[in-house]
C-alpha cells in the first residue's frame, strides 16, 4: 500500500478516486507512563513512556487506515494526515485520514 502526504503520487495516475478514509482510535494514558510524566515534568525532558504510547496508537490508526482502503479496493491512500485530541481526562483520540484511491504505474 502506497501512502503519501502528497496530492499526488510521481510516475503514477490515479486511475479512480475511491473517497475519504479514516482510521481512528482511542486510548487510556497507562498509569506507569503518567506517572513517571508525573516525575519528568519536575525536572524536563523527554517523556519516553507518553512517546512510546502515541507512537503505538499511530500505528494502530495507519493500520485502520489501510484496512478502510483495502476494503474500497483501494491502491493507495494521498494527502494523508493524523490528528490527535484529547477525549476527556486520559483518553487519547488518534485518527489517519486520506483519500483512498486507486493507481496505475506511469509506462
Not at 510524566?37 to 504510547?53: D, I, N, W
Not at 476494503?71 to 476527556?88: S, T
Amino acid at each position: 500500500m502506497l501512502i503519501s502526504t502528497m496530492n499526488d503520487l510521481p510516475g503514477y495516475d490515479v486511475t479512480e478516486v475511491l473517497g475519504e478514509v479514516t482510521g481512528l482510535t482511542v486510548r487510556s494514558r497507562n498509569v506507569g507512563a503518567q506517572l513517571g510524566a508525573g516525575f519528568k515534568s519536575l525536572v524536563g525532558g523527554e517523556l519516553k513512556g507518553l512517546t512510546k504510547q502515541l507512537m503505538q496508537t499511530r500505528e494502530e490508526a495507519m493500520e485502520r487506515l489501510v484496512d478502510a482502503t483495502q476494503a474500497r479496493g483501494g491502491d493507495a491512500i494521498l494527502a494523508m494526515r493524523f490528528d490527535a485530541n484529547e477525549v476527556g481526562q486520559g483518553y487519547q483520540e488518534v485518527v489517519a485520514y486520506g483519500t483512498a484511491v486507486k493507481i496505475a504505474r506511469r509506462g
